[in-house]
């Protein structure tokens, strides 16, 4: 541990002792009045005060304790193999690595518990609040966010009992960049799964910014495989049932990398299955890395290893035949979901504006609310009203993007087209989030020209690149371009 780390282990230990002090001195309080039957009928209020402080005390504390055994064992791991980061985490050397189903239900029942005791008191002294001011209501907003709590910490119980302990049987480890990443995933499956099962790997690019109460951990998704397995591809296995794995990695991917404490990248390995009841999901931190099996530079994948691009079951593109080519229709509000929650955000910061612009506030914060708020007024107009049209045929590529239709008609030859490819410039959620994709055209010349955006469905986006590079020569012929 360097002598930073240890400054800031011997930081938390002062701010956290404090609480754990008062916290035992409350309990011990507590104890000595029921003992001596001085307690009032307020005694609850104490343990409720003891609680509170013990949990946050030692809950600080605790980590630095067993953490510093858990660093100590990965030095010495990676002193023995330092070339091989993959062989400095147990899990990841065993090839044996949980999944979060527990240490999720174990975290969503502590912070639910800690929660509800500190906002339990609330609907206690709100009435004779809310009778002098009826405002106080507001106040039920912690009250009622408490039972949401409870109510996602009993669902993660009950899948917890559900599918077992689950964990990611991984061979060979590790994951390699320019090969594969293989495995079982080991769950019990009380009843089969009503359509099939959806696995995901996603490389996420996790920082986290600020400090203490104000500190931020954000989530981006830099890259997503999906597959899907129907029910008859499972096989039994220890602990009930054996999902198959089996995911190709990009040759230009990111390797599981800590840059520092605060800015990781990391792969993420989910398995997710729409079954009677609780659903199942569950994500397992996997180790995806260059190794001696890495190409030295991209290679063509052979035909039978790239799996074939199929037409989904439901598209949002519209595509037909015309006496020109095939046309690509990108239709307006193709993402409801996304553009009703942008909508709600652009609504609140201009509410914020608004009432700041009429405020004695500095002029900055209306200036930077607006602005924020124009920006995702733009945003909003675009997934409501946007659309997008591409006609391949006759050696040029026609292109109109506008709202409604309309916008001015590009013409591109077949011959300036040096690349069709797909990138994630968006996404809902975190690292187990949505990404929506948008389909990027590169010019010979260097130049991007974008040609769809905002598509959510990985499969159609995969089709639809398999469809525009062959109809503009840059995959060889098969068969036509279907309609819908």
């Not at 147990?90 to 979060?100: L, P, Q, T, V, Y």
């Not at 079951?313 to 229709?329: H, N, R």
């Not at 994709?437 to 469905?457: C, H, M, P, Q």
């Amino acid at each position: 541990m360097d002598r930073s780390s240890k400054l800031g282990a011997a930081f938390i230990c002062v701010f956290a002792l404090p609480f754990a002090g008062f916290g035992l001195f409350a309990f011990a309080t507590v104890i000595r009045q029921m003992a001596d039957g001085t307690a009032d009928s307020k005694v609850w209020l104490g343990l409720i005060f003891a609680f509170v402080f013990t949990g946050i005390g030692l809950g600080l504390i605790s980590p630095l304790i067993f953490g510093s055994k858990v660093l100590k064992k990965q030095q010495r791991a990676q002193a023995e193999h330092p070339a091989e980061p993959w062989l400095w985490r147990e899990d990841w050397a065993k090839g044996h690595i949980k999944g979060s189903t527990r240490s999720g239900m174990i975290s969503a029942w502590i912070f639910a518990a800690l929660w509800n005791l500190v906002s339990a008191p609330i609907l206690i002294f709100l009435p004779q609040e809310a009778a002098k001011k009826p405002v106080a209501y507001v106040g039920l907003i912690f009250p009622i966010t408490g039972a949401f709590l409870l109510v996602r910490a009993i669902r993660l119980t009950v899948a917890f009992m559900e599918f077992g302990a689950t964990w990611f049987e991984m061979a060979p480890v590790p994951g390699v960049i320019g090969g594969e990443l293989r495995g079982t995933i080991q769950a019990r499956f009380p009843h089969i799964a009503d359509h099939s099962v959806q696995l995901r790997l996603s490389c996420v690019h996790r920082v986290t910014t600020g400090s203490g109460d104000n500190h931020n951990t954000s989530e981006q998704i830099v890259w997503r495989g999906e597959s899907s397995l129907s029910s008859g591809q499972l096989c039994p296995g220890p602990n009930g049932t054996s999902i198959p794995v089996s995911f190709r990695i990009p040759w230009d991917a990111q390797a599981t990398e800590t840059r520092t404490s605060r800015d990781v990248i990391v792969w993420q390995l989910e398995g997710l299955a729409d079954v009677p009841g609780v659903d199942y999901h569950d994500v397992f931190e996997v180790p995806v890395f260059r190794t001696s099996q890495t190409p030295a530079q991209p290679v063509a994948e052979a035909s039978a290893s790239v799996p074939e691009a199929t037409h989904p079951a439901k598209m949002t593109v519209e595509i037909k035949q015309s006496a020109q080519g095939v046309e690509f229709y990108f239709p307006a509000a193709r993402n409801k979901g996304f553009a009703i929650g942008t909508t709600v955000f652009q609504l609140m910061f201009g509410t914020i504006t608004y009432f700041l612009a009429g405020s004695r506030a500095h002029v900055i914060f209306p200036l930077a609310f607006g602005f924020f708020a124009l920006l995702l007024l733009y945003i909003s107009m675009q997934m409501w009203l946007g659309t997008t049209r591409v006609g391949i045929g006759n050696s040029e590529l026609l292109l109109q993007d506008g709202l409604l239709g309309g916008g001015k008609v590009r013409r591109l030859a077949l011959s300036e087209i040096e690349s069709i490819t797909s990138a994630i410039k968006s996404q809902q959620g975190g690292g187990t989030g949505t990404p929506y994709y948008d389909i990027e055209l590169t010019l010979r010349s260097g130049k991007k020209v974008t040609l769809g955006r905002t598509l959510a469905n990985k499969q159609e986006v995969d089709w639809l690149l398999h469809e525009m590079r062959r109809l503009t020569g840059l995959e060889p012929k098969a068969m036509g371009a279907s309609t819908s």
